[in-house]
């Protein structure tokens, strides 16, 4: 993870996955240093040029964290503690229930 901030208690620590060809960033959600869960924002190989023409994965970062910093706020204040990604694809953005994936992918 390359970033930390906090927010009413807990410490969120997010950053790209390391190597990954796929757009995958991932917040670990800790309190009391201990993970109460993991949210993470996936974008689809064909949605990532709405965000950046030149596929730049840092350049998405800097143009989404906000709006993605108030997701994570949100969960936090609703107590929604589940394993949770939002997956943007062309045809628009949904979020689902990592734990109820077959194939989990870690952040690290």
């Known amino acids: 993870m390359q970033e930390k901030w906090t ?3 807990y410490e969120i620590q997010e950053g790209l996955k390391p ?14 240093g201990e993970k109460k869960c993991n949210y993470c ?3 689809a190989d064909d949605a990532i040029e709405k965000f950046d ?5 840092d350049a998405v970062v800097t143009s989404q964290k906000e709006v993605w ?3 994570v706020k949100g969960k936090i204040d609703d ?3 589940r394993n949770r990604a939002l997956k943007v694809e062309k045809q628009g953005r949904q979020e689902i229930n ?3 994936m ?3 992918i870690s952040p690290d």
């Open 7 to 9: 927010y009413k208690n």
């Open 102 to 104: 077959s194939d989990h």
């Open 53 to 57: 023409p030149a596929r730049k994965f």
């Open 19 to 32: 190597g990954s060809k796929t757009f995958r960033y991932f917040f670990k959600i800790l309190k009391d």
């Open 98 to 100: 990592l734990s109820e």
């Open 41 to 43: 924002v996936w974008i």
């Open 79 to 81: 107590q929604d503690f």
């Open 69 to 71: 910093h108030d997701w």
